[in-house]
């Protein structure tokens, strides 16, 4: 019932910026949190960042804190995450995930999920 959809993701060099959006679509009034997922080739999913959508409360990775920030804007029912000073090991597709829960990082607490959006750092 719930349809998310991520775009922004491109090739950037090391030290650049760049901010992903999630549009949210369907019936998103039972949903508390949004989060930003990374998955790298042959590795696991991980969590990178969460926003409460009541509130906005953020929770981030230690990986990414200080460089990432999720915001949202509800009614436009869009998710964002605004990337900088952007390493390669940030290269990933990062998937945009929805959850009626808040206190998780967990990907299998997470009930909905787009298709992803590559980022690639690389010179």
């Known amino acids: 019932q719930v349809q998310l959809v991520e775009s922004g993701g491109r090739l950037v060099q090391p030290g650049d910026s760049l901010r992903l959006s999630c549009a949210a679509s369907g019936n998103i009034f039972d949903t508390n949190a949004m989060a930003w997922f990374s998955q790298a080739p042959g590795k696991e999913r991980e969590f990178v960042a969460r926003?409460?959508?009541?509130?906005?409360?953020?929770y981030y990775a230690d990986s990414v804190k200080g460089r990432f920030t999720i915001s949202r804007d509800n009614a436009k029912n869009t998710v964002y995450l605004q990337m900088s000073s952007l390493k390669p090991d940030d290269t990933a597709v990062y998937y945009c995930?929805?959850?009626?829960?808040?206190?998780?990082?967990?990907?299998?607490?997470?009930?909905?999920w787009g298709q992803g959006t590559q980022v690639t750092v690389s010179l």
């Open positions: 926003i409460r959508l009541t509130g906005a409360l953020t």
């Open positions: 995930a929805a959850s009626t829960s808040w206190i998780t990082t967990l990907p299998d607490d997470y009930d909905y």
